[in-house]
């Protein structure tokens, strides 16, 4: 049973702990509210801030598990307030660790201050979950890809078109890679994980992937640069540092260009040139 009341408080009280700098959001001038405004807070989460103001108020609909967990993520929740919010609103909590797409607070607050970077949050199996504004327009937007074409490896060997972002002098590299990655997390997660059967799809829609696949090849590591090929900007040279949140098996990507360097004037470039040149 939803606790309205309960879950009222909660997320009055939350909203009231966060200001403006912990979500990636302006200050801005006059502010009078304690915390953030409900119609930033609505704006986070995705939903009208008519709905939102009613869930505060004790008298919203029965939100459904989608609802709350675009809440937990708006909100900077931990995994044991997320837990916590799902239950008052009457659902069980969902699953934790590498399966799930929840992203941790501590990543979100690192990502919400990259606004002049190009970066990604990612599973596991390459899925992006969060990007900035920059990563959108270097990588493209990952809102846009949905099952099994979330993930880079799947696409890289199912849609040809994805392999055009790299250099055709490091692809053979990049598909070993991919390759043996996902066969330590599958080995690794078990018979039964969704990498393995990522795997399994591939090896039956895939002649590459099923002969690399069979060489059971492990332990490579991605270039310390990466070389992208954006349909603007033309070749960028990037370094990846990488943040690991162990709890979630999600990994924060954060490109950078030596300051000075073509690739750092041409990152600028394509800050002003933004999303809108990939339309």
Not at 47 to 55: C, E, G, V
Not at 154 to 167: D, I, K, L, V
Not at 212 to 233: C, N, Q, T
Request: aromatic share 6%; with cysteine; net charge negative.
């Amino acid at each position: 049973m939803i606790d309205r009341s309960g879950l009222a408080t909660f997320l009055r009280r939350r909203r009231e702990s966060l200001q403006p700098e912990d979500v990636g959001l302006g200050r801005g001038q006059r502010r009078r509210t304690a915390g953030l405004r409900r119609e930033e807070v609505a704006a986070l989460c995705h939903m009208s801030t008519d709905y939102y103001a009613r869930l505060e108020r004790g008298t919203g609909p029965h939100p459904s598990e989608q609802m709350i967990a675009s809440i937990a993520q708006g909100l900077h929740l931990s995994l044991d307030e997320r837990d916590h919010v799902f239950r008052l609103a009457g659902h069980n909590a969902p699953a934790r660790g590498a399966d799930s797409d929840f992203v941790g607070p501590g990543l979100l607050r690192i990502l919400d201050r990259l606004h002049d970077t190009p970066a990604e949050i990612v599973t596991e199996l390459g899925e992006t979950l969060r990007q900035t504004p920059l990563g959108v327009a270097l990588l493209g937007d990952a809102s846009e890809r949905i099952g099994p074409a979330r993930s880079l490896g799947y696409r890289w060997f199912t849609e040809p078109a994805s392999q055009e972002a790299y250099p055709v002098e490091d692809r053979a590299h990049l598909s070993r890679l991919y390759t043996a990655g996902l066969r330590e997390i599958a080995t690794m997660r078990g018979e039964d994980s969704r990498a393995a059967r990522l795997a399994a799809r591939l090896r039956g829609e895939s002649d590459e992937f099923a002969r690399l696949w069979d060489a059971h090849e492990v332990g490579m590591r991605p270039p310390d640069v990466k070389r992208f090929r954006h349909p603007v900007v033309g070749e960028l040279e990037l370094s990846c540092q990488t943040l690991l949140d162990p709890d979630q098996s999600h990994r924060l990507l954060v490109y950078t260009a030596v300051p000075g360097s073509e690739s750092y004037e041409k990152l600028e470039l394509l800050a002003v040139v933004g999303a809108s040149s990939l339309s």
